[in-house]
């Protein structure tokens, strides 16, 4: 069975006049209890443990998620850097909607009738509440973006690292830290503390509760305690087997892993070279690979704690748990680090559910993206869907995980002032298009604007060693993308069309003012996030 998201957009637009754009009326009246919702945000999580076929990780708390809950097999983010991807999922809409492509503009200033997920869910009766990293640090307002939350934000104030002897004046120091410490030591532990704290006061109000709670872990700099990295034996990590640029593919799809080459024992290396001296030296990649893991262990023991704290309370069967890592992560293959392309290492992210009432330790396969998260929580919770929403809802694939809801799957990435790469992922192929002149989904598509453009089987090639737009044998393939792509193309200047007659798009905030701290001071942007 498919549901067809032509037809979805025709009920939207059915539903567009009768849908209330900011708010909709509570049902709190309803005789049947709403569900609690935990929703856990985990930076640079990517699918790299059991859930998803690792081998390696140490990661109880998630294998615990996915065998009670719903493993989403083939989720990508809408776009592999944290500003844009989490605004986009918190939106419900793809950036070109949203209009967040970077990590310094706040959606409410460049789009201010856009309504967050919290913030829906607070219109609708539920005590909202947010802690750690939910939007990212440096694109939202006061409050971490007050309206979402009925309880003000907060925050863990903890040590970035515990050996201080090398970090500069601007911050940066190492790559890794692994020091003996409990884990309330670092960020994520502390955060835990907190959120176990809060979830006994929710627990006893007579609201359902929206509470989300954000790990900076596994994002660099891989910090955690001695105990974590001591779960691993960094001989037995491989490395990743094709550091290579693909055969015949485009510079522009690759980065110069800027944001690993900040830290303060990085040697220089070129990223994606043919030459394999050119590249990371080993040993320095087994530290850092060792650093994820740790980190992410780090980061699950805290989400065992969460998984705990729901269980004593005794509200575990009736809390829907959301845990997603917002963007993949390159761990040298490509010769790329960190994230930043719509490569299948960058876009491809874990998204589990534990839903009351439903089946578990089930993996759905149909291909989804993170603006399908709004919907799918508005249906579970039995709260009315907006209508301008770009996603889907996904109960039925947890209802039957044969179910293939998409065609494809939507990324995109910016590059320099005026590029951006458009990437459709089917089952089998991912199609990429790279775009100038400030072409945008909201404009017509012209050909004329197209630059690049990539091609990748995950059948016969998942290490995407050969861009195959001019193989002849996979003329047809190619041309079978094409159509899709097009189609995706006329799909998003409909649904733009459309959302623009409810929609209050503004010019964004001048750089220089997004640039200043709440001192007024004015901070260097930075390439990470």
Known sequence: MSISIKSKSCLSLALLGSTCFVTVAGNTDQKEAKPNVLFIAVDDLKPLFSAYGDRFAKTPGLDRLAREGVVFQNSYCQQAICGATRASLLTGMRPDRSRVWDLITDFRQVNPKAVSLPQYFKSNGYETAGMGKIFHMGSTGPGHDAPSWSIPYRDAKTVKYVNTSDVKEDGKGKATECVDVPDNTYHDGRLAEMAVQLLDSLSKNKKPFFLSVGFLKPHLPFVAPKKYWDLYDRNKFELAPFQKK???????????SGELKGYTDIPQFESYSEKELDHLPADKQRELIHGYYAAMSYMDAQVVKLLEELDRLGIRKNTIVVLWGDHGWHLGDHGLWNKHTNFEQATHVPLLMSIPGMPS????????????????????????????????????????????????SFSQYPREKDKMGYSIRTKRFRYTEWVTNNYRTWLPYDQKNVIARELYDYEKDPLETENLVNKQEYKKALDEMQKQYNECMERELASHNNYVKIADFREPVSTDLLKQNAKGKPKKAKSED
Request: with cysteine.
């Open 246 to 256: 693909a055969l015949n593919s485009p510079d522009i799809a690759y980065h110069k």
């Open 361 to 408: 330790g089930i993996k759905p396969t149909t291909l989804c993206e993170f603006v399908d998260i709004f919907p799918t929580l508005c249906e579970l919770s039995n709260l009315p869907v907006p209508a301008y929403l770009d996603g889907i809802s996904l109960v039925p694939a947890v209802k039957n995980p044969s179910i293939e809801m998409r065609p494809y």
